[in-house]
């Protein structure tokens, strides 16, 4: 949570954070800042709210400074205020800091700084560590560079942080434990951000920077990074392959529906060179060294938290029944704290779009210490997980921006079905024939994804039917049960309706008693072996007068009688479906956010990767 952005060059500061910041946004939009250095000394602009907000501060010339750094925040240590927002001074207003993560032992170095004289404006954990920054600078007379080496051991926490000192006008330091930090290299230039998003136009050299490492970025003796430890690294640059206009809305309203209406493209890019249809192979590149672990694997263990924990939850599906290892799914923030059984046979799989994760990262990181080989699926390029894991793959879904997870969701289907079918075909579990024909099948969803996206207009209208409902129940069986729980998160995270998912049959056990003519239900009713059985439950809510919203195969005859709504997506072999039947819920709750005025991208209370447990 939390975007921060810096710059120090040629080019004027101030424009460069400002529309860094606005990329950043995604990341937390509670309030936004931020701090220049000029003759004048470090000056901050700081606000609640979005950054259009905090450009209000800025009457008529934006200030003139070669540096400066930036923050999007979203709220941990203290409500949502101007005075909370960061950059935060020193109490001397010598230096400045932005941060991105949590110092979890701020009161005891709280304590021991009041007792030295300082005093504190904000709520935040990020004022306690400036000054125990400002603290060490003075006490131990050091550079500032050591001063933030010097501190950080004493932190406790995570840290994404950037500090510029007064009259220091060749020099951000930065540092990162837990929280992401890439910094680009321009030509007589440095940019740093949470991700490459605010420079991309500016350079494609990138430097990652590892856990409790520290760098000082200076034109005049270049970049040096250190360990906390006061181990001196090496810097390895590397090449970006982002494009501007894969983090642009491209004429869509909303980053979401842009993303909804790219899925046809991110499975195509995710079964791409993977997917050998003409061979009848399939190939995951990082996958040879330890397909024998898979292979003699006890079993798998996948931990994910949100859409990614129900992407673990359609391939405990498809790696079950296709390649017959046993698979458990986990919230990661539970599993890291219920001192789960772990073996060197066991295969973790960590699921992320963000790659950053708190609870993911550190779930892996456990797994990780009791000996299990950690298998990352990531969708950003470089980030914790995809590195803190022993092998992985990418999703190859491209920045996905709106809060709400979409393509990265399908994506993340789509790796799991090339393991499980890959895993079974290495094990013998599954006959030649049918590996032909899912195969076969898998190549043509890119399209039947771009078929089923013409259900758009018959989703916006049922979405103006129920835009204005308190509640809605999502129901499906098999594998298409984490697809209903897809459904609820996607329609309460962006339109603030309560939502529940629930696997059809578990209807009887409870939820039907919610059941009356306010509450509608939607229902993955595609042809399956249970579509009866599916049929049956549709049946038990209407006898109990509820609306139904069926989404079922081109040309049904049965569900479309009885339920009130039916969207008719192509039909593919159930293995398959959850790309599908994914595709209407989240049009419907698109369109019904939209329709109530809620922030699509941004909803609230939300960032789009959670770096705080
Ligand atoms: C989904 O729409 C979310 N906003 C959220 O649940 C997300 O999937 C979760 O925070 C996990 O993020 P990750 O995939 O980046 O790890």
Redesign the pocket.
Known sequence: MCGIVGYLGDKQAYPILLRGLKRLEYRGYDSAGIAVLNGDGIEIFKKQGKVVQMETLISDESPKAKLGIGHTRWATHGVPNDVNSHPHYSQSKRIAIIHNGIIENYTSIKEGLLKRGYTFHSDTDTEVLVNLIEDVLINEKVDLAEAVRIALNQVVGAYAIAVIEEGNYDQIVVAKKGSPLVIGLGENEYYIASDATPFIEYTKQVVYLDEEEVAVLSLKNGLEIRTIANQLKTAYVQELALELESIEKGGYDHFMLKEINEQPKSIYDTLRGRLLVDKGTISIGSFVEYEQKFLNADRIIIV?????WHAGLVAEYLIEDLARIPVEVEYASEFRYRNPIITERDIVIA???????AD?LSAIQLAKSKGATIFGICNVVGSSIAREAHVGTYTHAGPEIG???TK?FTAQVTVFTLIALGLARKKGTISEQLFRKLIVELDSMPDKVAQTLKVDAQSKYIASIYKDVPNCLFLGRGINFPVALEGA??LK?ISYIHAEGYPAAEMKHGPIALIDEDMPTVVVAIKTEQYEKVVSNIQEIKAREGKIIAIVNEGDSVVSKIADHVIEIPEVDERLSPLLTTIPLQLISYHIAVMRGCHVDQPRN?A???TVE
């Open positions: 994910a938290c949100g859409t990614s699921v992320s779009q963000s790659g950053e994760t993911t809060v709400a997870s990265a998160l996607k995270e939300l789009k990767s959670v």
